[in-house]
């Protein structure tokens, strides 16, 4: 087979649509402002780096004390001779943040939700998830081979009900979805969640890559922003994003789960452990949000800041209480050139398309930022409001 033409058409087709991504390269860590090849300083609206916690000094220097004190890396997996001591802290710490008996390391969430679903999966569970929920959760569902997976309509509760009640006694149920939906930054119903999977003897999975460090006057995430701390079962999260932003994933939960994925799931068993300089940087950021909770409030004042700025000015940013902003712009080829044209104006935000999103309702997501300051915040709005009104988005 020639290679070339095969894949060489299908990348020729995305450069023909205009949905062809190109990659910014940053020379400086990832903070408010970064200095970008070929553009100079631009303002960064679209990093997860929720609490500017990416570059913090306690982060840095808690990973260089690690990389001294530990190595480069764990060369070997968990169980044979990869468990180093700040997985164990780490973990208790993830614990209490997540309100869990235990919690349990991977090198991404998206290993770790591959993990949780295949291992809490026997040949008669059912799986109910949100048809918006993220990607790592649908390649999991696929991975697990369920007995039957009901994928109801996005928040749709009277349909998770109904799947709930078609299911037969004694089945495994596992309702999952994620606590911010990544790509509309609105949040899952989880009171009503919670309340149907009690009724029904199900498992609640919540995914709060996008909650925790946000959500919660604590930002302990969205079931502290419910008042439901304890009340799910499941907890999965990411370490890429407000947690320090540098890698690695984890399960919060009672202490059996956690066992029983330590001692079964394959990206523990068959994959090296997540580097233990990373579990120190991490360590660092959840100790910086337990110790400062002035960073979530600053989170939370950018984040109402902006959306309002953004209202004002005209746009209709889909509404949420998440650090999410998105603004939907219509087709892919428009949301990618909407970015380029607020990067040429020093703001980088990127645009998402087809297939991240449905056909036609293409977006530019920003993703606000403790670290931005006012003058970011209205720099990045002067630039928005140019281009919108290019795009005959805003008069
Ligand atoms: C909801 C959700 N789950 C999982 C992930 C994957 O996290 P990681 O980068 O740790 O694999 C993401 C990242 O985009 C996410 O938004």
Redesign the pocket.
């Known amino acids: 087979m020639n290679l070339t033409r095969a894949f060489g058409a299908e990348l020729d087709a995305l450069r023909a649509a205009g949905t062809f991504k190109h990659f910014n390269t940053l020379l400086t860590p990832q903070g408010p402002v970064v200095e970008m090849t070929g553009r100079g300083e631009v303002i960064v609206l679209s990093s ?1 780096n929720y609490l500017g916690l990416a570059n913090d000094p306690r982060v840095v220097e808690a990973g260089i004390d690690g990389l001294r004190r530990y190595g480069a890396g764990t060369a070997s997996v968990r169980f044979i001779c990869g468990t180093f001591q700040p997985h164990v802290e780490l973990e208790h710490a993830l614990a209490e943040l997540s309100g869990t008996e235990a919690a349990l390391t991977y090198v ?6 591959e993990a949780l679903v295949s291992t809490l999966t026997d040949e008669g569970t059912v799986i109910l998830s949100d048809a918006l ?5 649908v390649d999991a569902i696929r991975l697990a081979r369920p007995a039957r997976k009901a994928i109801y309509p996005h928040s749709d509760l009277d349909a998770l009900q109904r799947e709930l009640a078609a299911c037969e006694p004694g089945q495994r149920k596992l309702v999952i979805t ?5 790509m509309e930054g609105d949040l899952a119903r989880l009171p009503e969640i919670v309340e149907l999977a009690r009724a029904h003897d199900a498992i609640v999975i919540v ?4 909650g925790v460090g946000v959500l919660g006057e604590h930002g302990l995430g969205t079931p502290e922003h419910f008042g439901l701390r304890g009340e799910v079962d499941v907890i ?6 407000a947690l320090g932003g540098a ?3 984890y399960v919060a939960a009672g202490a059996d789960i956690c066992e029983l994925l330590a001692q079964r799931s394959r990206p523990q068993l068959f994959s090296n452990a997540l580097p233990a300089t990373v579990a120190c940087s991490a360590l660092a950021a959840v100790e910086a949000l337990r110790d400062d909770p002035s960073l979530v409030a600053r989170l939370r004042a950018n984040t109402h800041r902006f959306r309002t700025m953004l209202v004002d000015a005209g746009f209709a940013p889909i509404p949420g209480d998440s650090a999410i902003i998105p603004i939907v712009v219509g087709e892919t080829a428009v949301a990618i050139r909407f970015s380029e044209r607020l990067l040429e104006h020093g703001i980088f935000v990127t645009g998402f398309g087809f297939p991240v999103v449905p056909e036609g309702t293409a977006r530019v997501r920003v993703q606000m930022s403790a670290a931005l300051e006012p003058d970011h915040l209205a720099r990045a709005l002067a630039a928005f409001v140019a281009v919108g009104r290019e795009f005959d988005l805003i008069r």
């Open positions: 997860n991404s969430c998206w290993n770790a939700n929920n993220h990607a790592s959760i994620d606590g911010v939906f990544s995914d709060d890559s996008h999965t999260g990411t370490l890429g994003k890698a690695g994933g």
